[in-house]
């Protein structure tokens, strides 16, 4: 009952306001723009080759999946904002009953399981990209599925989700040094080795690659070929290897666990005051965060945590916050098992964790606020 609780103010926060601004924020000139023309059902979503109205661009340079659904939501709910936001509200709700029953499973003990789905759904970052028309709230979701079937070894699950994982972007490949890495002493001991083989060969290879390649269906229906499938990988992987653009407010993965560089997805000002979309993580989870990983001693949360954002250290590409947004869950489920056995430290982040999301919540959503005042959300110089 409490986790119901949970999910519904955790969906209401995420509902409220959604639809505002009814214009594109950030990214979505790519990803909403594109699952628009998706659902309209014109074969140039596709098209890598296609020059695209001004001001847009069609988003061929991550797998479909992601926008499938937010076609699948405009045409639902009618073309609109809150439409093509609505689908990363939803799997930001769910995620934060993923991370409830993932730290079920790990912890044995529910009370700290929703201390780390509370934690998690109190995050500002949590929170931006729950409400904006991008791919990252549906990866999180999958990632996390994924993991949590692995650790109860039901492999066939895991291929399926690491397979819709790769379907919405490829940097869920993450997960495969994860799992090979607990994998390994498990298939040096087994004595059926060869069997075990085949059955880790079936669930993280031959499941995945099925399931990522159906999700291409509406390119085949809109009259494509398999040679253009295969050239539209190419140019894939060609674009994130070789991207060479910058951006006022690109960030490095190392600064993202710092919370140093935060994204301005959005703002409008009127008279008297000022609205904006800052992708901004809760302080409070970031930097106790930090702590909580020097004193963990949970081997597969850390792992999980680490490889899931410190590989972007070599990214030879422009990145931003928000690609630190799979990684988060994690450390909130490492905050909560290092702080849940001392019962007065537990209350004081929790009451500090929701205060400063209270705080920092009209800077996440776009609810105005005094113009003169505003300077007050801006706590470091490189939050600006």
């Not at 926060?13 to 909403?32: K, N, W």
């Not at 970052?125 to 996390?144: C, E, K, N, P, W």
């Not at 947004?325 to 537990?346: D, E, G, M, N």
């Not at 776009?366 to 470091?380: E, R, S």
């Amino acid at each position: 009952m409490k986790l119901f609780y949970l999910l519904l103010i955790t969906f209401a926060l995420r509902l409220f306001r959604l639809g505002i601004p009814d214009t594109y924020i950030f990214d979505e000139v790519y990803h909403a723009f594109t699952a628009q023309e998706m659902a309209k059902g014109n074969p140039q979503a596709w098209e890598w080759w296609v020059t695209p109205p001004p001001g847009v661009a069609y988003e061929w340079t991550h797998p479909p999946l992601a926008k499938l659904v937010m076609a699948g939501s405009i045409k639902l709910l009618g073309d609109s904002s809150f439409a093509w936001r609505f689908p990363s509200a939803v799997f930001g709700t769910l995620s934060v009953a993923a991370v409830y029953f993932l730290g079920k499973k790990l912890f044995k003990h529910k009370h700290m399981a929703l201390l780390a789905a509370a934690i998690f759904s109190f995050d500002g970052l949590q929170l931006t990209m729950s409400r904006v028309g991008m791919a990252d709230s549906l990866l999180t979701l999958l990632i996390l599925l994924s993991c949590l079937f692995f650790y109860q070894s039901k492999f066939r699950l895991t291929g399926i989700f690491l397979g819709l994982a790769l379907a919405t972007k490829w940097s869920a490949v993450l997960l495969y040094p994860i799992f090979g890495l607990f994998l390994l002493p498990q298939l040096i001991k087994n004595p059926q080795k060869i069997k075990f083989l085949l059955r880790l060969v079936y669930s993280f290879l031959i499941i995945p690659l099925e399931i990522y390649f159906l999700t291409f269906i509406p390119f085949f229906v809109t009259g494509h070929t398999l040679a253009q499938w295969w050239e539209l990988q190419r140019q894939m992987y060609y674009y994130h290897s070789h991207l060479n653009a910058t951006h006022q407010y690109q960030s490095m993965a190392w600064q993202w666990p710092l919370l140093i560089r935060p994204v301005w997805f959005y703002v409008e000002y009127f008279k008297n005051s000022v609205a904006n979309i800052y992708n901004l993580g809760n302080p409070a989870v970031f930097w106790g965060g930090l702590a909580a990983v020097f004193f963990s001693r949970n081997w597969y949360l850390l792992i999980c945590y680490l490889f899931l954002f410190f590989p972007f250290v070599f990214s030879p590409r422009i990145m931003f916050l928000h690609h630190y947004l799979p990684a988060l869950p994690f450390l909130c489920l490492i905050i909560a098992s290092v702080i849940y056995q001392h019962k007065r430290l537990t209350l004081i982040f929790l009451c500090l964790t929701v205060i400063l999301f209270l705080f920092f919540y009209p800077l996440n959503t776009a609810i105005p606020l005094p113009a003169n005042l505003v300077k007050y959300w801006f706590w470091l110089p490189t939050w600006k």
